[in-house]
């Protein structure tokens, strides 16, 4: 019933700049928080950042100062705006909504697909 769908990714060189998109669909009641997260192979999965429905906004350290998540409540979608990247920053990165369906009695973590980023010259 609830998908998210993620685009935006690629491969860009140190320096610049990508924004994901990630639109949440189906019968869906409520959204509270949404958010990003990314893996690199034989890693653990990290809080990129995340927002709430208010537009409160937290950030993974590593990320500070050059990452920007923002949300269209309207559009069900949430943006990470990702700038000066680093090879470091290479992963999948995964989009997560907590979200109740009209069908569903909780609010469940719910996840994209995952986009690659590669950022490498």
């Known amino acids: 019933q609830v998908q998210l769908v993620e685009s935006g990714g690629g491969l860009v060189q140190p320096g610049g700049s990508l924004r994901l998109s990630c639109a949440a669909s189906g019968s869906i009641a409520s959204i509270n928080a949404m958010g990003w997260y990314r893996q690199a192979p034989g890693k653990e999965r990290e809080l990129v950042a995340d927002?709430?429905?208010?537009?409160?906004?937290n950030y993974g350290d590593s990320v500070k100062g050059r990452f920007t998540i923002s949300r269209d409540n309207a559009k069900n979608t949430v943006y990470l705006q990702m700038n000066s990247l680093k090879p470091e920053d290479t992963a999948v990165y995964y989009c997560?909504?907590?979200?109740?369906?009209?069908?569903?009695?909780?609010?469940?973590?719910?996840w994209g697909q995952g986009t690659q980023v590669t950022v490498s010259s």
């Open positions: 927002i709430t429905s208010a537009g409160n906004r």
């Open positions: 997560k909504a907590l979200i109740r369906s009209y069908s569903g009695a909780y609010y469940l973590n719910y």
